[in-house]
């Protein structure tokens, strides 16, 4: 089975800089996708980014990269600029045929 | 952008009566559903995969015969969860498959979800 393990529970920038979120996980697949979702209070899931396992070229959404190491599957979000409206939970996440969660990291930005 | 509607949003039930949650895929069809469980403060699991026309398939763990879920057509799912208890009392989300592209390239939209209180 697949797992996803994000080790921060809890993370905090000042408005502006930068934070990395990690994310690891375990998959005897080839193909797949990764994903960060970010859920605020409202709990709505949002999509932050994605990353296909096939292409060798990290993701970028304007402020928001990853450094996807495949053979190290690891699958880290960095957040650029950070900004009081970033604070969320971000779950990492893994896709083949189905979606599977990391625990989970909370934001925090402070101004 | 591809949404799905998810009602209701809350739900207060008494125990031991049965509650239904839709999940609707607005303007694209969702050949696949996906049913999480997600606790406070923690992340979200994965309940069940639900595809049209067929059986749903549960993760280990879940009592198939407690959450029943029909994905009677391209653009609806629905979760009942039956007899309900305290212990059920969760946020419950549904995401919507859809087909975006080519090799297999699939969006997943997800609902606003449902807080579930069992009194």
């Known amino acids: 089975a697949q797992t996803v393990t994000q080790s921060q529970p809890e993370m905090s920038v000042q408005e502006a800089e930068t934070v990395t979120l990690s994310c690891t996980y375990d998959t005897s697949e080839s193909d797949y996708y990764l994903f960060w979702y970010k859920q605020p209070p409202s709990r709505q899931m949002i999509l932050v980014i994605r990353?296909?396992?096939?292409?060798?070229q990290n993701a970028t959404e304007n402020r928001f990269s990853v450094n996807f190491q495949k053979a190290a599957k690891s699958f880290s979000l960095k957040i650029s600029d950070s900004q009081l409206g970033d604070a969320a939970m971000y779950f990492c996440?893994?896709?083949?045929?189905?979606?599977?969660f990391g625990a989970g990291t909370r934001l925090t930005v402070k101004p | 952008g591809a949404v799905v509607s998810q009602h209701p949003s809350r739900v207060i039930c008494k125990s031991g009566t049965s509650v239904k949650i839709e999940c609707r895929s607005l303007?694209?069809?969702?050949?696949?559903m996906f049913w999480y469980r997600q606790f406070p403060k923690q992340s979200l699991m994965l309940m069940a995969t639900s595809n049209e026309g067929s059986k749903a398939t549960y993760e280990q763990g879940v009592e198939k015969d407690k959450f029943l879920i029909n994905h009677a057509s391209l653009t609806l799912s629905t979760l009942t969860v039956t007899s309900a208890h305290p212990e059920d009392s969760s946020f419950y989300i549904c995401?919507?498959?859809?087909?975006?592209?080519?090799?297999?390239?699939?969006?997943?939209?997800f609902g606003s979800g449902t807080r579930l209180t069992v009194v």
């Open positions: 995401s919507a498959r859809d087909r975006i592209g080519p090799r297999r390239v699939y969006g997943y939209t």
């Open positions: 303007d694209f069809q969702a050949t696949t």
């Open positions: 996440a893994y896709n083949n045929n189905d979606m599977r």
């Open positions: 990353q296909e396992a096939y292409k060798q």
